[in-house]
C-alpha cells in the first residue's frame, strides 16, 4: 500500500525556482519525466522534472526542468532547437504567469429605485 503526501499550493509555489528553471517543448509526447532526466540529466543534476498532463494523464508535450546549478542550466539551454526522438525541441528559462492587469474600479450608476417615481 502506498501512501501519497501531497503539499498546500503555496509550499508547491515555493519549491520551483524560476532562476533554475528551463522549460521544454515539442517534446515527444511519448516521453516520460524519467526519459526527460535521461537527456537533460547529461547538462548536469536535476533537481525536479514536471512534466505536464491532460486529466487523462497523456503528456502534453512540455514540461519544467530544474536545475541545483545555473551553468548546467545554461549548458541544458543549449539544446534549443535540436531533435530529441524525432522531434525539433523548444528550450528556454521558464517565467513565472504574467501578472494579469487589475480591473478598474467600477464606476456602476446608483440603483434604480424600486417604487416608482412620480409623473411630472
Known amino acids: 500500500m502506498s501512501v501519497q ?14 532562476v533554475l528553471t528551463i522549460f521544454a517543448s515539442n517534446l ?18 536535476i533537481k525536479s522534472v514536471r512534466l505536464i498532463r ?11 526542468i530544474q536545475y541545483h546549478d545555473p551553468e548546467d542550466l545554461l549548458r541544458a539551454l543549449a539544446l534549443n532547437q535540436t531533435t530529441v526522438r524525432g522531434r525539433i525541441i523548444n528550450v528556454a528559462r521558464s517565467r513565472p ?5 487589475t480591473p478598474p474600479p467600477s464606476y456602476a450608476l446608483p440603483p434604480k429605485p424600486k417604487w416608482p417615481r412620480p409623473i411630472c
Do not use: C, N, W
Open 5 to 18: 503526501h501531497t503539499l498546500p499550493k503555496t509550499e508547491k509555489k515555493r519549491q520551483y525556482d524560476d
Open 28 to 45: 515527444a509526447f511519448e516521453m516520460t519525466e524519467d526519459d526527460i532526466r535521461e537527456v537533460f540529466g547529461a547538462m548536469g543534476p
Open 97 to 101: 504567469p504574467a501578472k494579469t492587469a
Open 54 to 64: 491532460d486529466r487523462s494523464q497523456r503528456s502534453k508535450g512540455f514540461a519544467y
